[in-house]
């Protein structure tokens, strides 16, 4: 999210939703994929909040595979 997040803001005049359309086709398929397809995100925010959310559940999920 942090590498999209810097191109995107290197881009003059970009418009969200084209921004978020092709996030969702560069990541791989996963549930954070499904979520976002079955309940695209409002905007930016929304977009970078629900990232965050699944990233901590994997995190979570990994650390507990190892413990």
């Given at each position: 999210?942090?590498?999209?997040?810097?191109?995107?803001?290197?881009?003059?005049?970009?418009?969200?939703?084209?921004?978020?359309?092709?996030?969702v086709?560069?990541?791989?398929?996963?549930?954070?994929?499904?979520?976002?397809?079955?309940?695209?995100?409002?905007?930016?925010?929304?977009?970078?909040?629900?990232?965050?959310?699944?990233?901590?559940?994997?995190?979570?999920?990994?650390?507990?595979?190892?413990?």
């Amino acid at each position: 999210m942090g590498r999209f997040s810097k191109v995107c803001m290197g881009i003059i005049n970009l418009m969200p939703e084209i921004a978020m359309h092709h996030l969702v086709g560069a990541i791989r398929a996963d549930k954070f994929t499904e979520s976002l397809i079955k309940r695209p995100a409002k905007d930016m925010d929304e977009l970078r909040t629900r990232a965050t959310k699944f990233m901590q559940i994997e995190e979570r999920v990994d650390y507990h595979k190892v413990h």
